[in-house]
């Protein structure tokens, strides 16, 4: 199942012709996964980045539609593949129902050194719960 998480568009996120900047929908990427670690895995980025984090590895993306200042859009975030110190998302982020953006994206776990680190047995039998087959557009 999907962890979904509500993004309205803002004024922060426009450019001047009123429609999402793109690199602002990356960081509304990263604040759903940053609320899924949260409320989903009990593992807050204020607490993981204590000791190291997660930075993303690979991040592939489809713009779709743009979206404008006051749109209600919601994030889709879908666990795909979960490795020993690796993790394989795919996002859907549509307004009523329309796509706007998919992608799918790599984060890897790091140790205050930066090296991979293994997912802790209780985060990784979490992720593992969560995992689904990715769906593919025909």
Request: proline share 8%; charged share 20%; glycine share 6%.
């Amino acid at each position: 199942m999907a962890f979904l998480h509500p993004q309205a568009v803002l004024f922060r996120h426009c450019d001047p012709a009123g429609i999402v900047f793109y690199p602002r929908y990356f960081e509304m990427l990263n604040d759903c996964v940053e609320a899924f670690f949260d409320t989903e895995l009990g593992l807050p980025f204020a607490e993981l980045h204590k000791a190291g984090g997660v930075p993303t590895a690979q991040l592939s993306t489809t713009f779709h539609q743009p979206s404008r200042h006051g749109d209600a859009l919601v994030i889709a975030l879908s666990v795909t593949r979960v490795g020993r110190s690796s993790l394989d998302l795919a996002y859907r982020v549509t307004c009523d129902g329309a796509p706007r953006l998919t992608a799918t994206g790599t984060l890897v776990l790091v140790d205050a050194t930066g090296s991979p680190s293994p997912w802790p047995d209780a985060v990784r039998q979490s992720l593992l719960d969560r995992e689904e087959t990715p769906a593919h557009d025909t």
